[in-house]
């Protein structure tokens, strides 16, 4: 399963797909992808970095969507306080 | 009528106390503060959990700089200490422009400093520690 996380002040939102699925051409499964990257495209235009979690790597920042990714969490932008 | 008149004000003096022990619990009550702890533990380790609850921070060491660490704090409106060699040497001041619950910000320096240094570390508002002041005067 792949996840797309987006912070937020409810906690995170989140949008799940299913990798075999969408290999194999199921339309929930694509409809799920297409939505997580249009909500990452659309963040990313807000200025959100996103970063990319695989299981026991430490995380990386990515600039396009990564549907093989295991997680991808999407964090606001930053500002000097 | 003096008794009771002692107890309203004692009631009254102790509530904003009671107020201030209470709020972290029922913060973490809410969804939000739910869904961002169920985050901050699937990115961290059961140590640096350990370390957040136990001490209040988490130190995230810096991929670029040998021996320099950044000490988060768990509790919001606190500064990120830049500790080099076991010493502080600055304090940042870097927030997200949306509200987020504690947890997230947390996650939030995280991976900004491990995966994205260079851009923290540009945004963020620099305070030198007094000791570094009196070596730049």
Known sequence: MGMLRVMSRRGDDRVTWDKQKVSAGDPEAVAAIREAERIFAQERAKGATAFRMNPGKPAERIETFDETAEQIVLVPRVVGG | MSITLSWLFIVAALSP??????????????????RAESLLHA????????????????????????????RVPRARGSFVQVIENGKAIMRLCVQPVERLPDADVVVLHKLMIEANEEHYLQNANKFLCIDQMSLLL
């Not at chain 2, 913060?27 to 739910?34: G, I, L, N």
């Not at chain 2, 961290?44 to 660490?69: F, I, K």
């Open chain 2, 17 to 34: 106390l009671v107020w201030i022990l209470l709020l972290p619990h029922i913060k973490r009550w809410s969804q939000a503060e739910r």
């Open chain 2, 43 to 70: 990115v961290l380790t059961p140590e640096q959990c350990h370390q957040l609850r136990w001490c209040g921070y988490l130190e995230v060491p810096s991929p670029s700089a040998a021996g320099r660490v950044y």
